[in-house]
């Protein structure tokens, strides 16, 4: 047995003596590679877990409850890594859960990160405990990840006896606007942050989600089988697939897609079945426009072209019924009543939501500049096949970070944008998409096509933030092809037989 484990070992039981304000228990537990990681009943379907999910690494598992308020709680767990590389890496969550993220806790260990992740202050896959709770809604909102970040810089000086010269933050979906909000209001908490496919413009998202259904649930005379979104899907192919210069099966970029689907209506001249009633094509031209408030402003932009019935995910919102992620975030964020009725869900409803902004849950702002002026370095990616969170959003971001800091010349200086073109909602596809880039944990091996900045977005922000190493980044697809994702604003081209990423 080396020095080194047993010198983890005992740092390991003698930590328990750590103390941080607010400290309501803590435990450790020592956990050697290839053993068994328990993750709580109630959060096994909230990430991809890989079977069986064993420690990559051997670590001290320390889990603590911090008192954020006098009525708040949070749950922080973290891994301390044998092999330590002298960093920190926070994680955030996923939807409305309070899961902690466990696979990209192991993940991060197995990287050499001491990673700390959080239960973003309520336990389980609804966000309903946070119901009368509003210090409870800030810890989902803001402060779990704040409180990730000032305990864990802590605790990990205590257990190495020396602090992390770098910190680093990792999250995708909800943890993608988390990653957005730390930037926002605690620049100094992280000096680089990797936020995927980011939840952002939260309130709007989930009103998005009740309005671009409703044209399609069970009942309603636009109402459509799966095998009906299967038509859709394969016209949208017919009319765009091609705009990037091959023919692969992915709309790359969806915003230079201009879906027609009066082409599928059934009436049309010389057109033959498969096809679709008018109701159904109404239901389309509204889904695949951007929806406005009654000010004029957009309140969410459009579905994507190409994003139609490809995974599961779709199905979290275009499933016959009032989508589960607006129920949540109306009844326990917006509403906070667990009986509000969505059956008579309207543009009202909408209107009250943005205006009242409960929680300041929206995360809209655009507002970096203070992470941007003390060297912070922002790696984004989106997949444009992602039919949860149109990866539009992601480029208004960019664009309205731009404005507000009034510098489009030097955003290539801090912040990087990749849209991944056939990705899905943060990872995986069945369309071929080169998806794989090591940006998350969980996900199946392989997790990049080398385990190096080039490939790898945690180690690119990594070479980013201490080096200056402009990020260039390639991913894998399941085929074992690699592909270099373009850079925003950039768009890929197949060109004499191969990808490129032409200057702008």
Known sequence: MSTAYLGLHSRCETIASFTTPGLISLSTSFITQGSPITVPEACVEAWPLPEPFVASANVCHVTLS??????????????????????????????????????????????????????????????????????????????????????????????????????????????????????????????????????????????????????????????????????????????????????????????????RPEALLCSMKHHQPPCLSTAQVDGLRKLYSPVYLKSGKMLYPRFEPGAENVSPVFNVTFNGEFPGLALEGFRYIVYDDDTWDPSNFSIADVEYAIKTNRGDAQTWTGDLRKFKQRGGKL?????????????????????????????????DSWYALYLVPGMEHCWGTPLGSAW??????????PRAAKNTSDYNALLALVDWVEKEKQPKLSGLTDAGETREICRYP??????????????V
């Not at 081209?493 to 990423?501: A, K, Y």
């Open 379 to 411: 790696l984004t990616y989106h997949g444009t096949a992602d039919s949860l969170i149109p990866s539009t959003i992601s480029s208004l971001q960019y664009k309205m970070t731009a404005e507000v800091t009034g510098r489009l010349a030097t955003m």
């Open 490 to 503: 950039r768009k890929g081209q197949w060109v004499n037989g191969r990808w490129t990423c032409p200057s």
């Open 66 to 259: 911090v008192n954020t308020t006098e009525s708040s709680t949070t749950l922080l767990e973290m891994f301390l890594p044998e092999k330590w590389n002298q960093r920190l890496l926070g994680t955030g969550t996923s939807g409305f859960s309070g899961c902690v993220d466990f696979p990209t806790v192991n993940y991060g260990a197995e990287m050499g990160f001491a990673t700390v992740g959080t239960n973003a202050g309520h336990d389980g896959l609804s966000g309903a405990p946070v119901l009368h709770h509003p210090e409870m809604l800030n810890d989902f909102v803001w402060r779990s990840i704040h409180t990730e970040a000032l305990v864990g810089k802590e605790l990990v000086h205590q257990f190495y006896g020396s602090p992390a010269s770098y910190s680093y933050y990792a999250g995708c979906s909800q943890g993608g606007r988390q990653g957005f909000r730390a930037a926002e209001q605690f620049p100094g908490d992280f000096d680089g942050i990797l936020a995927g496919d980011p939840a952002i413009k939260l309130i709007s998202l989930a009103a998005w989600f009740g309005l671009a259904s409703e044209p399609f649930r069970t009942g309603k005379p636009g109402e459509m089988a799966p095998t009906d979104w299967a038509i859709v899907h394969k016209e949208t192919l017919k009319q765009c697939d091609n705009l990037d210069g091959k023919a692969d099966g992915i709309i790359a970029y969806p915003e230079d897609c201009h879906f």
């Open 436 to 445: 794989r880039f090591g940006q998350m944990g969980g996900i199946p091996e």
